[in-house]
């Protein structure tokens, strides 16, 4: 008589404790790994669209809305985008809200406090056991088995699945997966904690500017709790590389002489040293082999055009959670078995990601983006449209369809 297989999963960011989490839910135990001791900082632009709400929701934590609306995490009520020319385009998250009566559909907290807020759900679980401190340093496949940690802490662990929830540089998908990830789609960003940039807005807009000299990346402000913010950049990797751009120079100057920016910043406190990472964008074409499936940004699952990862990191943890529930009992972790999980979340994420691709794509083309940012002023349809981007996928298809700008180009 076998015992119960071993689930293991390397990392214990959103893509990883949401795995745990929904596993436990269905009374699977695992072990999670993770090299960092929570709470650990992870480098973000800390923005939680309403997917982390929905997430949370399935998880039937009791009072998750509590994080949420607690001190150290900023209710968001939409985005503004602004155009290379400043143009700006409010686009609330939700039509005629009111922002005193009504949970706001985002929220903006430092990944310090939410990740951790994961990690107290995952350390109430009695099913889940938490190994932290521990960087794994070699996997090794035999037979049906993995073979994985670290020599040098003497620590040793066998499993019959791994869950590689270890971030944009995977180790674990580096040394279990059969084919390497094309990696012509990944951007580089720049994140950085001030207080005192003026102008945020009241009810925790998030702004976009997709400055020239980024496209198609942009610059972000994030208003957080404690009237502080989060500031940042990203930029393609490829075009980082081609153009040897320095981003933290490029940073620089954005803040301190850009004529947008210079006055909001004058008084301001850089309050954290500025930290690069990696974003791995649009999703690997195989994300399971023998033995391993792969979440969150090590499936390269974050949204090109928004750069949102945590929202899709928690899904594909809830996705593979549910796929082990069938594949546990006869303990089939094969390849044949395990592409149902590529199955899953492509089913739910892949429409979504091609047509963020497009939209990346469009931003190539200043000229046409300010066009649609100005015609999105004075068009409801279009402005609507936006408004529900982050949330409906349906709605951002309209986004991708050339029938649709030719509409806004001839209408009103
Ligand atoms: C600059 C920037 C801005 C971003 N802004 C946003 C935003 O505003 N909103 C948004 O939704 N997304 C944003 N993202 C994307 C988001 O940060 C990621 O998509 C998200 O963190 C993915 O979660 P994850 O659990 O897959 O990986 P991670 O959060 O990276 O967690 C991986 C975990 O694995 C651990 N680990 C790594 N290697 C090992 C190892 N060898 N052994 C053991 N443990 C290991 C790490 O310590 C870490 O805890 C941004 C990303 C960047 C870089």
């Known amino acids: 008589m076998q015992g119960q297989a071993k689930i293991h999963i390397i990392g214990a960011g959103p893509a990883g404790a949401s795995a745990a989490l929904f596993l436990a839910k269905h009374g699977i135990a695992s072990v999670i790994i993770d090299k960092a001791s929570f709470p650990r900082d992870k480098v973000c632009g800390d923005a939680c669209s309403g997917k982390v709400a929905w ?4 998880l039937d934590i009791p009072n998750w809305q509590e994080f949420i609306s607690k001190n150290d995490s900023l209710a968001s009520w939409g985005v503004k985008f602004y155009g290379t020319k400043n143009n700006e385009l409010r686009v609330p998250f939700k039509l005629n809200y009111k922002a005193e009566a009504e949970l706001a559909p ?5 990944r310090i406090d939410f990740d951790n807020y994961l990690i107290s759900l995952v350390k109430k679980e009695s099913l889940i056991e938490l190994v932290e401190n521990c960087s794994i340093s070699y996997f090794r496949r035999e037979g049906k088995t993995v073979f994985f940690g670290n020599d040098k802490l003497n620590k040793h662990f066998q499993s019959d699945i791994i869950l590689a929830a270890d971030g944009a540089y ?10 390497s990830p094309l990696e012509e789609n990944n951007a580089l960003g ?3 904690y001030y207080k005192g940039v003026k102008g945020l807005d009241k009810d925790g807009f998030i702004e976009l500017h997709f400055l020239e000299e980024l496209l198609p990346g942009y610059f972000w ?7 502080e913010a989060n500031v940042g950049l990203g930029m393609k990797s490829d075009l980082v590389k081609k153009k040897r751009i320095n981003l933290k120079e490029l940073f620089e100057k954005v803040v301190k002489e850009h004529p947008t920016f210079k006055d909001r910043f004058e008084h301001a406190e850089l309050i954290d040293p500025m930290k ?6 649009g999703g690997h074409k195989n994300i399971s082999d023998d033995n391993i499936l792969l979440l969150g940004d090590a499936a390269a699952l974050i ?3 928004t ?3 945590i929202g899709n990191a928690m899904i594909s943890g809830m996705l593979a959670a549910e796929l082990l529930i069938d594949l546990v009992p006869d303990r089939n972790f094969s390849k044949e078995a395990l592409v149902a999980y590529d199955k899953l979340v492509y089913r739910r994420l892949a429409n979504e990601l091609k047509l963020s691709k497009k939209m990346q794509d469009l931003t190539s083309y200043p000229w046409l983006f300010n066009f649609i940012v100005n015609k999105a002023r004075g068009n409801k349809e279009l402005r609507e449209t936006i408004s529900c981007m982050f949330e409906n996928v349906d709605l951002r298809k309209k986004l991708s369809n050339p029938l649709f700008y030719l509409r806004v180009l001839f209408g009103s």
Do not use: Q
Not at 55 to 58: D, I, Q, T, W
Not at 106 to 110: D, R, V
């Open 55 to 58: 997430v949370l929701k399935k």
């Open 106 to 110: 985002g929220f903006i907290a430092k």
């Open 170 to 179: 995977s180790y674990a998908a580096k040394c279990l997966m059969s084919s």
């Open 190 to 192: 720049l994140r950085a």
């Open 221 to 227: 402000i994030f208003p957080l709790a404690n009237g």
């Open 276 to 281: 690069l990472h990696g974003l791995p964008l």
């Open 303 to 305: 949204d090109p055009f």
């Open 307 to 309: 750069g949102e990862g």
